[in-house]
């Protein structure tokens, strides 16, 4: 296994000195304000349409009695719109029409409710100037502020004080809706986002003008959402879980006094544009981060790309990749030491810039190094692609259920999708769990769409005829061989007793997607409110009853000494082989019942992951065979004292060209037995780790984080 770093030019604990290279020639500038829509975010609405869902709620003069003119007060008919889905589903989402909304006061969004905008023009909540109780600063409050919208962990009732979202938050998320602040509004923020997997902001504006700060308190993962004005478009503190965040295809411009300011936010940023701020990033004084910074855009910083502090903390760790820099002389900055990284050229561009603890190989020790390479530039013509492949338009959408599918759970909806499938590209699933009694093969190019992946799930039966007995992998779905097929928004459950069931197994190209993909099992699963009229019929309220079955199942799990005797009993949730790759963002999967979370083999084909969960695998989180060339983003494993403590995080076998950055590994305090290896390595080469935190809340640490079988090490 070779460094990241082999056959750089590296400093240690010396002063940082510029290493130049030849110029680099482009022939286009790049825009440079929102207005024109930099490559960065798309500001365009994404759901032009009303989608059709039976389960979803509409926030609409017809239901709620309101006016989406900016006028009228919506802010006791939204939160009434939210308490009710809650209530009545538990989990799902409140569709929000185009039109313009004014709150004047905090609106609460409990767990696994989804608020997604639709139209030819995004919806906008607005804050309208001097609206009372946003002048002062807020003296109990962690954010010091008040907020347009706040994730709980839980119902909030009005006038008490609610319960902040946390670890335990998932499947919450705003989404195609812009947010407006206005003047007079100092303290400010709109969104308070403290959650866990699968919550997001995603195809959002936020115009915080004179406010404090765009989004307050960090977690998961956020994706083209532009920051205009504000002291700052991101302030926040570590995720609620301490995992890392990942934050891909934005824009922050006009920030007072950063970008964004982190205690301990554990970001990586992956296509960030950035103009006219005073600073980047900014750590607080006196903390420990791991940045990680990649094919980002920074124009006109007056004081500093990053703000750093703590630089003598082993826990320091800074990552930039290809940042393309025009006027912005200063690139590093500590806030102890005062020293700073100045740069000569008004444009450059920032090959690698790292700093803290390295090691060039797996024998040597780890030391103190600052590498830099930065090319000056003649012309600034940075790449202006999204990272994340965008939707179909959804003049292409064709709903399941018009064909026929019915969601229930019971019915099988199998041959519905296979014969949609053979005559649509782009197919939109309503929330409904829809049963599945064979393989679902997808065509080369098919978009599955969902839109909250609990409320919309494909199911197996336990005990499903073709995915039990013995014999080889079974998938649930199957993408085509090398196609730019997508699925988005849906949960995979393939039971506790399907011992051949793979959830999905992917082939598909390096255009294609998975996205916002949960596979259902263990951690995350919730239940649907039972009504009055159902019990008796299965819906019995007693909960002896609800457990007593005899066969264990992810929703009737059965346990004998602490452990379910169904746990890793089937394949691999996610399968990608066959010269498979693409997009992989926002996926969780921590299904016990499978021998892996992911498993990758046999590709070449270009990958990239941002966002993934993999959690309470008893054999294996992820493992990687004869695989090059892809990257990792924000990649978190978590081990539990029953099922995880024997588990080997991730296996690594004949692979080359691999990227891990902000990979986080946990033991959970529950685990009290040690591990000696968290990462096992054999005949691989270019296998780079950038940004590696190893850590548990109790001395079973892992001892060996990453370990190469193929390498003798010193005694």
Not at 140 to 164: H, L, V
Not at 230 to 257: A, C, N
Not at 588 to 603: P, Q
Not at 617 to 631: G, T
Request: include cysteine; hydrophobic fraction near 35%.
């Amino acid at each position: 296994m070779t460094s990241p770093h082999a056959g750089h030019t590296s400093l240690r604990r010396a002063p940082v000195r510029l290493v130049q290279f030849l110029y680099a020639f482009c022939l286009l500038l790049v825009a440079g304000s929102l207005s024109a829509q930099p490559g960065h975010v798309n500001t365009a609405s994404v759901y032009t349409e009303r989608p059709g869902d039976p389960e979803a709620y509409y926030f609409t003069p017809e239901s709620f009695g309101i006016r989406a003119d900016g006028a009228m007060d919506v802010s006791d008919s939204l939160q009434s719109a939210i308490d009710l889905l809650k209530r009545e589903k538990n989990f799902g989402i409140l569709f929000i029409p185009e039109g313009a909304y004014r709150i004047t006061r905090t609106i609460y969004i409990p767990p696994a409710i989804r608020l997604i905008g639709y139209g030819k023009n995004r919806p906008e909540f607005i804050l309208e100037d001097h609206t009372p109780g946003y002048q002062e600063e807020v003296a109990g409050d962690k954010g010091k502020s008040n907020y347009m919208f706040w994730f709980t962990g839980g119902p909030a009732r009005r006038g008490e004080s609610p319960r902040d979202a946390g670890a335990g938050t998932f499947y919450s998320a705003v989404s195609n809706i812009n947010f407006r602040i206005g003047k007079g509004n100092p303290h400010a923020v709109a969104l308070r986002t403290h959650y866990a997997q699968h919550s997001f902001v995603s195809h959002s504006v936020i115009r915080t003008g004179s406010g404090k700060a765009g989004i307050f308190d960090v977690g998961n993962e956020m994706e083209n959402v532009a920051f205009i004005g504000g002291d700052y478009g991101i302030l926040t503190h570590r995720t609620s879980p301490g995992w890392p965040m990942m934050v891909v295809d934005t824009w922050f411009e006009g920030q007072r006094k950063a970008a964004v300011r982190t205690r301990e936010g554990g970001m990586a940023f992956v296509n960030m544009g950035v103009k006219g701020v005073p600073v980047v990033v900014e750590m607080e004084e006196g903390s420990v981060d791991r940045l990680f910074m990649e094919r980002c855009v920074f124009e006109e910083v007056t004081r500093a790309a990053v703000v750093a502090s703590a630089a003598e903390n082993v826990m320091l760790q800074v990552n930039l990749l290809d940042i393309h820099c025009r006027k912005v002389p200063v690139l590093v900055e500590n806030l102890e030491s005062g020293e700073r990284l100045e740069v000569g050229e008004k444009m450059y561009r920032v090959e690698e810039h790292t700093y803290g603890l390295v090691m060039e190989d797996m024998a040597a020790d780890s030391e103190f190094e600052t590498i830099i390479r930065i090319v000056p530039l003649a012309v600034f013509s940075p790449e202006r692609d999204r990272a994340i492949p965008s939707l179909p338009g959804m003049e292409e959408w064709v709903n399941i259920r018009e064909l026929g599918a019915k969601g229930d759970g019971e019915s099988d909806d199998t041959e519905v999708f296979r014969e949609a499938v053979s005559r649509y590209r782009t197919i939109y699933v309503p929330q409904g769990w829809y049963r599945l009694t064979g393989t679902l093969k997808l065509e080369e190019g098919t978009r599955l769409i969902g839109l909250h992946p609990f409320g919309t799930q494909f199911i197996l039966r336990e005990s499903e005829p073709a995915f039990s007995g013995f014999g080889p992998p079974v998938p649930m779905v199957e993408s085509s061989v090398g196609g730019e097929d997508i699925i988005n928004g849906i949960g995979l459950s393939t039971g506790g007793y399907n011992y051949r069931a793979v959830g999905c197994k992917w082939m598909a190209g390096e255009q294609s997607m998975m996205n916002d993909i949960k596979f259902v099992g263990g951690h995350g699963t919730m239940r649907k409110p039972v009504r009055e009229d159902v019990e008796g019929r299965g819906g019995s309220r007693n909960a002896r009853e609800r457990w007593s079955r005899q066969i264990s199942s992810p929703s009737e799990p059965v346990f004998e000494r602490g452990k379910d005797q169904a746990w890793d009993n089937q394949y691999w949730s996610l399968w990608v082989t066959s010269n498979g790759g693409g997009t992989f963002k926002d996926i969780w999967t921590a299904n016990s019942y499978a021998a892996s979370g992911l498993y990758v083999s046999h590709t070449s084909t270009p990958g990239r992951i941002y966002a993934m969960s993999l959690e309470h695998h008893v054999r294996n989180e992820a493992r990687f065979a004869h695989v090059s060339r892809w990257k990792m983003y924000a990649f978190q494993f978590e081990e539990e004292g029953t099922e995880g403590k024997d588990c080997l995080m991730m296996d690594i076998a004949h692979c080359s060209d691999l990227l891990f950055a902000n990979q986080w590994m946990y033991r959970t305090i529950r685990v009290s037995t040690p591990q000696p290896v968290g990462v096992r390595v054999s005949c691989s080469s270019n296998i780079r780790f950038r940004n590696l935190h190893n850590y548990t809340q109790r001395l079973q640490v892992v001892e060996f984080p990453v370990y190469e079988m193929n390498r003798e090490l010193p005694a």
